[in-house]
């Protein structure tokens, strides 16, 4: 392989689908209407609910702080030469050849569904599959706050993987990191670096940003589809199927306008049933 051109001065980091993004919103308590009649059982509920929003928001704010921090040091080693950037292209190119191998540290719900031929998987974050007192909270929560919608899962970080990267490669070897949109191959070169591999090079916007020329994939779905997930996915309402039905055309169209018919009938089938089964309930007691 050739020299590689790699353009440091045009990285940028925005990401705001990534999981390391510490982005939720919360209800306001404005709503509530307050008046000297509440009893003390309702101050102190009210009490307990801002105290838990305030830790929540508390939380939140030491996340964004930590992701904002976080990314300087990427930048910094981008900047300083000691992680190579890579187009998707250029990646390709790299390992089908040159054989440099290609590091795969997305998590199995992606990688499952797409993975690029003769690359290794070893995920940083993978899918928390705990079912603690610690574990089901954060689940419920990621649910409520939009894992329902992007069918982004519960993630957990593999204390492992730096053992398990040593295991297949050594510290001199040149390794290609990559994840689905560039992040967590970021943090992933970071925590390489810093334990000694020092010929790192990123795929700069990930996987998802390949062309299908660009890399020798395998599995059951197209590579820019791996990240998504949920209802946005079963109703075709994502940023990669919109690009999609552009070349696909009215078919392809189709067959989410179908899916969302469905929903909407699903949805007045229920209303209608559950009139249906108040009216009875009522029948049962009038009488």
Partial sequence: MGAVSLPINSVTLTNSNSNLTAT?????????NLTPSLTATKTLSLKSVVRVQAETEDYELKQMRDMAAARKR??????DGKVKVLTPREAGYAVQLSNKPLLDVRPSNEHNKAWVRGSTWIPIFDVD????????PRKVTNFVMGGWWSGLP???????????VSEKFPKDAELIVACQKGLRSLAACELLYNAG?????WVQGGLE??????LIVEGPMP???AGIGGVSEFLGWTDQQRAAAAKEGWAYRLVFSARLLGVFLAADALYLGA???GRYIQDIRSH
């Fill in 209 to 214: 940003a390949a062309d299908d020329e660009d």
């Fill in 197 to 201: 591999y020092e010929n790192l090079f």
């Fill in 275 to 277: 009139q249906q089964i």
């Fill in 24 to 32: 939720s919103h919360y209800a306001s308590l404005s709503f509530l």
């Fill in 74 to 79: 990427w930048e910094s080693l981008i900047r």
């Fill in 223 to 225: 590579l820019k589809f």
């Fill in 129 to 136: 599959k705990r079912l603690d007192a610690g574990a089901i």
């Fill in 154 to 164: 519960t993630l957990s970080y593999d204390s492992q993987f730096l053992a398990k």
